[in-house]
């Protein structure tokens, strides 16, 4: 028997000054929810309102996903074997890619249930377009070590990995580290090397720029407790 059930994956802008980068038909699919699974409530609860001005937030049961827990996921699983339809909301971007979400969105898959993903701006990518490396192959490795020797030894890995594989390779960093991972960056890696740096993508003060090691250590930036994507690339 087929349930009735769906998972949506709905996007979040990644500034409230670009909400016209969420797609209008993201309130018809919350309008088909019953529930919510949300990274922050807080954070969901404040962009529903500005996507979506008549929701009545409390209609809706709420359920965190900022860390997955077993009772958490039981509950999930209970709410689809009601047949309720669930919207999955991560705090920026898009559930599931380097967000919350994908181990619920595992366990409606072995439920048979139907998932819908749905379009919404994602940082990761967002970049990737804006840099002008290689978009058919790339990989992103998430966060680098804190500690600075391994952190060294990873970015010397991952640049030599980018000339061997040709692709691009993306990670991202706590924001109140981006200034020093930059200097490690700069530090370690080879002046012909390329680098984007994609800073406050989709807002007002967005900033992507491709320059070369030995440009970059031309300049002075300042990435402080700003979103950063960083993309490399040895193949260029």
């Given at each position: 028997?087929?349930?009735?059930?769906?998972?949506?994956?709905?996007?979040?802008?990644?500034?409230?000054?670009?909400?016209?980068?969420?797609?209008?038909?993201?309130?018809?699919?919350?309008?088909?929810?019953?529930?919510?699974?949300?990274?922050?409530?807080?954070?969901?609860?404040?962009?529903?309102?500005i996507i979506f001005k008549e929701i009545i937030i409390d209609n809706y049961e709420w359920f965190s996903i900022h860390k997955i827990e077993a009772e958490q996921l039981a509950v999930f699983k209970q709410k689809l074997s009601e047949e309720k339809s669930i919207a999955i909301i991560?705090?920026?971007?898009?559930?599931?890619?380097?967000?919350?979400?994908?181990?619920?969105?595992?366990?409606?898959q072995r439920m048979n249930i139907t998932v819908k993903p749905l379009v919404g701006p994602n940082s990761i990518l967002l970049a990737l377009m804006g840099s002008g490396m290689n978009g058919q192959q790339f990989q992103f490795n998430g966060y680098l070590p804190?500690?600075?020797h391994p952190r060294a030894l990873r970015l010397k890995q991952l640049e030599e990995e980018s000339a061997v594989k040709k692709c691009t390779q993306i990670f991202i960093e706590t924001p109140y580290r981006n200034n020093q991972l930059l200097e490690t960056i700069l530090k370690t890696c080879k002046p012909s090397t390329q680098l984007c740096i994609a800073a406050e993508l989709t807002s007002k003060n967005e900033f992507i720029k491709t320059k070369s090691i030995a440009e970059w250590k031309k300049e002075s930036i300042d990435l402080h407790k700003k979103p950063v994507i960083f993309c490399l690339n040895q193949d260029l």
């Open positions: 028997m087929t349930s009735k059930s769906t998972v949506y994956l709905i996007p979040s802008f990644l500034s409230e000054d670009s909400i016209e980068t969420i797609p209008v038909y993201i309130v018809d699919a919350i309008k088909n929810c019953q529930v919510i699974f949300a990274e922050n409530e807080r954070t969901a609860r404040r962009f529903l309102k991560s705090e920026a971007g898009c559930p599931g890619i380097a967000d919350p979400g994908q181990i619920l969105v595992h366990a409606a804190i500690d600075a």
